[in-house]
């Protein structure tokens, strides 16, 4: 990973005048871009969605909407990449994209997290907020792919159990939210009851960034620096051990995150090979 380098802010404020950085003005421009492109599209498909899902019911498969997000997440990537606003790069895409029946656990240090892991994987269904599906450009298409919420504790936990032995993949961030300054939060134990339920594998995902855009409490419109760089790597797999619980299972997997990544204090990178934490 490369080093992070100095931010590049839309103004220098001196004693007397405001200096305006002409890099700081363009990464602002094309990071807006990116956003309302992101914001359009999803007005757009949703009302699609949502007319389809009522039209049809049952008879379009989740996958169909599964299918759609991953195409839309995927393309948005391509345009932001090519705008300069993101630089994702992936260990092991073909591994990610053939994974079935199968819990996917990744750290959470950023509100696109779910977009990169979606534009990588054609089928899973995602575990969201609340009130993401509400919001007028995510809802319709988020429910015409099957995914479910994380508000309710044992809806979640049965609605993810069916999933995972109908043989569909979940993605689910075991820290419940954005990780606050510092390399992950306290997991949940909800994924992990799915995964001593089911036996299914838990596949963990190491995602890296530099700066804290769209961390938590960043707002979508503060400027940051572009381009936003990001690395995706596929760590270890778990799998319940016999007669572990839900909570030592989540204790588990955090104690290897907390062994694998490391908060600077501006980003989440890995830790180097023999480094104590």
Same mark, same amino acid.
Not at 78 to 107: W, Y
């Given at each position: 990973?490369?080093t992070?380098?100095a931010?590049?802010?839309?103004?220098?404020?001196?004693?007397r005048?405001?200096?305006?950085?002409?890099?700081?003005?363009? &990464?602002?421009?094309?990071?807006?871009?990116?956003?309302?492109?992101?914001?359009?599209?999803g007005?757009?498909?949703?009302?699609?969605?949502?007319?389809?899902?009522k039209?049809?019911?049952? #008879?379009?498969?989740?996958? @169909?909407?599964?299918?759609?997000?991953?195409?839309?997440?995927?393309?948005?990537?391509?345009?932001s990449?090519a705008?300069g606003?993101?630089?994702?790069?992936?260990? &092991?895409?073909?591994k990610?994209?053939?994974?079935?029946g199968?819990?996917?656990?990744p750290?959470h240090?950023? *509100?696109?997290?779910?977009?990169?892991?979606? #534009?990588?994987? /054609?089928n899973?269904?995602?575990?969201?907020?609340? #009130?993401?599906?509400?919001r007028?450009?995510?809802?319709? =298409?988020?429910?015409?792919?099957?995914?479910?919420?994380?508000? +309710?504790? /044992?809806t979640?936990v049965?609605?993810?159990?069916?999933?995972?032995r109908? %043989?569909?993949?979940?993605?689910?961030?075991?820290?419940? @939210?954005?990780?606050?300054a510092?390399?992950?939060?306290?997991?949940?134990? %909800?994924?992990a009851?799915?995964? @001593?339920k089911?036996?299914?594998?838990?596949? @963990?995902?190491?995602?890296? +960034?530099? %700066?804290?855009y769209?961390?938590?409490?960043f707002?979508?419109?503060? /400027? =940051?620096?572009?381009?936003?760089?990001?690395?995706?790597?596929?760590?270890?797999?778990?799998?319940?051990?016999?007669?572990? $619980?839900? /909570?030592?299972?989540?204790?588990?997997?955090?104690a290897y995150f907390?062994a694998?990544?490391?908060?600077?204090? *501006? $980003?989440?990178?890995?830790?180097?090979? %023999?480094?104590?934490?």
């Amino acid at each position: 990973m490369s080093t992070v380098r100095a931010h590049s802010p839309i103004y220098v404020r001196g004693r007397r005048r405001v200096f305006f950085s002409v890099r700081g003005i363009w &990464d602002y421009l094309r990071q807006v871009t990116a956003i309302f492109l992101f914001v359009a599209t999803g007005i757009v498909v949703c009302p699609v969605c949502i007319i389809l899902r009522k039209a049809a019911g049952h #008879s379009i498969r989740p996958s @169909t909407g599964q299918h759609l997000i991953h195409w839309l997440f995927r393309n948005w990537l391509k345009v932001s990449a090519a705008l300069g606003t993101v630089d994702v790069q992936i260990d &092991d895409e073909e591994k990610l994209r053939n994974l079935r029946g199968t819990i996917i656990a990744p750290n959470h240090p950023s *509100e696109l997290d779910a977009i990169y892991l979606l #534009s990588f994987i /054609p089928n899973a269904i995602c575990v969201m907020r609340a #009130s993401l599906m509400k919001r007028s450009y995510l809802g319709g =298409a988020a429910r015409l792919a099957g995914y479910i919420t994380n508000d +309710q504790g /044992p809806t979640l936990v049965r609605d993810g159990i069916e999933k995972i032995r109908g %043989g569909e993949n979940l993605l689910i961030f075991p820290e419940g @939210t954005r990780t606050r300054a510092q390399a992950v939060n306290p997991f949940k134990h %909800g994924f992990a009851l799915i995964a @001593t339920k089911t036996g299914a594998p838990i596949q @963990t995902v190491l995602i890296e +960034q530099e %700066g804290r855009y769209l961390s938590k409490e960043f707002p979508l419109f503060s /400027p =940051a620096r572009m381009p936003l760089k990001v690395r995706i790597t596929l760590g270890e797999v778990f799998t319940p051990q016999e007669g572990e $619980s839900a /909570p030592a299972l989540a204790n588990r997997m955090e104690a290897y995150f907390r062994a694998n990544l490391e908060y600077t204090g *501006e $980003s989440i990178l890995r830790r180097r090979k %023999g480094e104590s934490h």
